[in-house]
């Protein structure tokens, strides 16, 4: 079986509204004022964004996440390098799982 | 930060960079589609329904959600679930796609909302990275997708070919590659004391919201939080300077 009548309306359904909001966002923004508090506001959007993706990631309960952020930002300030923190955080996460198991 | 300067016109070169610099973060992606092809798999979709929603709906999030509403029987499929889901799961993308305004080169508007559809949270944090130091462009962010695009698109099919017993990315520690880069582009993004005050909420919150509320909405409530939280201490610094 290929597909349905009914996957592809969702499919289609789900298409239509990721892409309403994402053009949302970029058509609301450039309404609104460039200067002032609003302005501020975006400006803060950025780093306030990131933040919310990351802390939920690193408070989990578990101190792998907590020692692997640490390792992370070490190796950040160190090299200025992303894929060298990434990869750090990676190795730091798994290590740190691991022995939490033994 | 301020860009007073117009955004970098669409360049081949910029395109090729953001392709180049999501490759890292694109091979986490891929970890996470093969899995979701695996479960896409479990929940009946046909190889071609996997193509067309990694393809199209191109969001992570919003498929795994999806794939938790669907039902082998189309009779029975809940569409309308599935479309509000994907849309409150997606409504982040809001605060995501407002911040690329500065890039958006006067009459250019149209080919830049069309861009929106190959933002991806990855593609994003990198481009906001860029802005940071002055630079990024819609081209860039456009590259940026289209290697995660690939990726994803790939390691979907994947997994639902191979279909089953796939590690869990987690296991080899993964997972954690979305947010030691996020973390990393956040800790280049800091530009002084006033960074602090937003940050900070912004973490709060969202730590709270994701214990509190299921789904994507500790995001969305985090990231307007520490923005206000942001502007409003910019707003009443500027205040306490005139007086």
Same mark, same amino acid.
């Given at each position: 079986m290929l597909t349905s009548p009914e996957a592809l309306i969702a499919m289609a359904g789900m298409v239509l509204v990721t892409m309403a909001v994402k053009v949302s966002g970029l058509l609301l923004a450039n309404r609104l004022p460039q200067t002032g508090f609003i302005a501020a506001w975006m400006r803060h959007i950025p780093g306030a964004v990131l933040a919310s993706l990351v802390a939920? @990631?690193?408070?989990?309960?578990?101190?792998?996440?907590?020692? !692997? $952020?640490? #390792? =992370? @930002?070490?190796?950040?300030?160190?090299?200025?390098?992303?894929? !060298? $923190?990434? #990869? =750090?955080?990676?190795?730091a996460v798994f290590l740190v799982r691991q022995a939490l198991q033994l | 930060m301020e860009q007073s300067l117009?955004?970098?016109?669409?360049?081949?070169?910029?395109?090729?960079?953001?392709?180049?610099?999501?490759?890292?973060?694109?091979?986490?992606?891929?970890?996470?589609?093969?899995?979701?092809?695996?479960?896409?798999?479990?929940?009946?979709?046909?190889?071609?329904?996997?193509?067309?929603?990694?393809?199209?709906?191109?969001?992570?999030?919003?498929?795994?959600?999806?794939?938790?509403?669907?039902?082998?029987?189309?009779?029975?499929?809940?569409?309308?679930?599935?479309?509000?889901?994907?849309?409150?799961?997606?409504?982040?993308?809001?605060?995501?796609?407002?911040?690329?305004?500065?890039?958006?080169?006067?009459?250019?508007?149209?080919?830049?909302?069309?861009?929106?559809?190959?933002?991806?949270?990855?593609?994003?944090?990198?481009?906001?990275?860029?802005?940071?130091?002055?630079?990024?462009?819609?081209?860039?962010?456009?590259?940026?997708?289209?290697?995660?695009?690939?990726?994803?698109?790939?390691?979907?099919?994947?997994?639902?070919?191979?279909?089953?017993?796939?590690?869990d990315p987690t296991r080899y520690g993964l997972d954690f590659a979305f947010t030691a880069t996020f973390l990393a582009l956040l800790l280049g993004m800091w530009k002084g004391k006033a960074d602090l005050i937003p940050w900070l909420a912004a973490a709060l919150l969202a730590i709270a919201a994701a214990k509190l509320i299921p789904g994507s909405w500790y995001i969305l409530i985090g990231g307007i939080g520490g923005s206000l939280a942001g502007a409003i201490a910019e707003w009443r610094r500027g205040n306490a300077d005139q007086s």
């Open positions: 939920p @990631a690193i408070v989990t309960g578990s101190p792998a996440e907590v020692v !692997a $952020a640490l #390792a =992370t @930002a070490l190796m950040f300030f160190v090299t200025r390098n992303l894929f !060298a $923190a990434m #990869a =750090t955080g990676v190795v | 117009s955004p970098p016109p669409w360049s081949a070169a910029q395109f090729q960079a953001g392709a180049r610099a999501c490759i890292p973060v694109a091979i986490s992606v891929a970890a996470y589609g093969v899995v979701w092809g695996v479960l896409a798999k479990q929940a009946g979709l046909s190889l071609f329904e996997v193509m067309l929603m990694s393809g199209l709906v191109f969001a992570g999030s919003a498929q795994f959600v999806a794939l938790e509403l669907w039902t082998a029987t189309p009779a029975t499929l809940p569409i309308g679930p599935i479309i509000l889901a994907t849309l409150i799961v997606n409504l982040r993308y809001l605060l995501l796609t407002a911040t690329m305004r500065p890039l958006v080169r006067p009459g250019t508007e149209k080919r830049s909302a069309l861009a929106m559809w190959l933002l991806s949270d990855e593609n994003w944090a990198m481009t906001v990275g860029e802005m940071a130091r002055g630079r990024g462009s819609i081209a860039f962010l456009a590259g940026g997708g289209t290697t995660i695009w690939c990726f994803w698109m790939a390691a979907t099919v994947i997994g639902r070919l191979v279909g089953s017993a796939i590690d």
